[in-house]
């Protein structure tokens, strides 16, 4: 999913809804519209912004927040790319196993003749 590059083209793929924000703020809050929620159609993503007291610029910081949000959801990690080990640590490995089994060969219980 690719997510778009301008502000126009990412609002027209969402809902906007604008409600009261409540809470702290007096009448300025109670009385405006001025809280934001958009919710992205094509993956469900919804954002909330109350904290300015103007709508415009509440619908600014949702769009910037909601851009960041879709584009961790787009986010992969790179191809992992198999390789192969070198000659010195398959070595390595090997000596390390023969000590161990040197050591488990010596805690035996000596063998009765």
């Given at each position: 999913?690719?997510?778009?590059?301008?502000d126009?083209?990412?609002?027209?793929?969402?809902?906007?809804?604008?409600?009261?924000?409540?809470?702290?703020?007096?009448?300025?809050?109670?009385?405006?519209?001025?809280?934001?929620?958009?919710?992205?159609?094509?993956?469900?993503?919804?954002?909330?912004?109350?904290?300015?007291r103007?709508?415009?610029?509440?619908?600014?910081?949702?769009?910037?927040?909601?851009?960041?949000?879709?584009?961790?959801?787009?986010?992969?990690?790179?191809?992992?790319?198999?390789?192969e080990?070198?000659?010195?640590?398959?070595?390595?490995?090997?000596?390390?196993?023969?000590?161990?089994?040197?050591?488990?060969?010596?805690?035996?219980?000596?063998?009765?003749?």
């Amino acid at each position: 999913m690719d997510v778009p590059k301008t502000d126009e083209e990412l609002l027209a793929q969402c809902d906007v809804q604008t409600f009261r924000a409540g809470g702290k703020g007096g009448q300025s809050v109670n009385t405006t519209d001025s809280a934001v929620r958009l919710v992205h159609r094509p993956t469900g993503v919804a954002v909330v912004c109350r904290r300015e007291r103007s709508q415009h610029l509440n619908k600014r910081r949702c769009l910037k927040t909601l851009r960041r949000r879709l584009e961790r959801l787009a986010w992969k990690p790179a191809e992992r790319v198999p390789t192969e080990p070198s000659a010195a640590s398959l070595r390595r490995r090997r000596e390390s196993k023969e000590r161990q089994a040197a050591k488990k060969r010596m805690r035996r219980a000596p063998a009765e003749d």
